[in-house]
């Protein structure tokens, strides 16, 4: 395992740099502790838990990950479709022999987070979600202008010159999707993996894969499974963390809530007060603080503390 490690001076977290696969993945590490495994969407990066972690009560092992193609991590010629991330994740967390992992996901990051979950149940300890892929989706998910622009972008031609041209996401999409605004810092941080026209193909290969009216099939099978999973696991704690918007273009409104609590067994619903689809630049204290007390209430960092109790009788019994 090729592992570097540096420290940055302002945000105390480690930044590695790991070999998965074909290529490289980049993550963010701070403290110690349960594994809580936080995972990002499109069109941003692990940046975007920068100031969420350090809000996450000790004992806790934050990482944070650029998935494959995004941020820092390597882009390898692949097509970035959801099975594509989904196998490079898989080998992240065999890598580091992740086990009995608090998953935090947001967008596409709580998609895969409850894919893993629903392919590893007894290796996950609890799963937080904000604004992501709950259930498969239909066009009237998708009032007005926004249907208009992801047909846009699923469309051949068009999505090319929107995504890949235009560079959407990253200058356009942003700006809208942050209540609170964004730095020029950390827009240009955003901004730097995405320079030239051919590394803005993962960007365009997420809206391809929404679930919409049963398409892609492969993808909406796995969320039809994720969907199972999240009905018949009582034993894991689940925590959505819901926002209030302005103008109504949250993913996870109030419906979407009511359908959560209608079909998502072991479910607690916390509200981190307004906030713009990319949530974590609007609320990084409420949502930290929200998961830490969540985490406290299911004993999320027993079993670590568990472990260090049986480390230190063996060291007294073996002196």
Known sequence: MDRHLTKS???K??????????STMFYRESGTGNPFVFLHG??????????VIPHIAAPARC???DLIGMGQSGQPNIAYRFSDHALYLDAWFEMLSLDQVVLIGHDWGGALAMDWAAR??????????????????????FPGVHRTRYESLRAAGSGEAKVLDENFFIEQALKVTIRSGLSAKDHGIYREPYLTRESRRPLLAWPREMPIEGEPSDTVKRIENYDTWLANSPETPKLLLTFE????????????TA???????????????PAAHVCPEDQPISIGNAISKWADRYNLRASFAAERVCEALSRTLNS
């Open 120 to 141: 590893h149940p007894e290796r996950v300890a609890g799963i937080v979600l904000m604004e992501t892929i709950l259930r498969p989706m239909t066009w009237k998910d």
């Open 245 to 256: 918007g302005e103008d109504g273009t949250l993913m996870i409104g109030s419906e979407l």
């Open 13 to 22: 977290i480690a930044m590695a740099s790991l070999q998965v696969l074909n």
């Open 63 to 65: 990482l944070a990950l």
């Open 259 to 273: 359908w959560a609590r209608e079909n998502v067994s072991a479910l607690e619903v916390n509200s981190c007060g």
């Open 9 to 11: 001076a302002t945000e």
């Open 42 to 51: 499109n069109p941003t990066s692990s940046h975007v838990w920068r100031n």
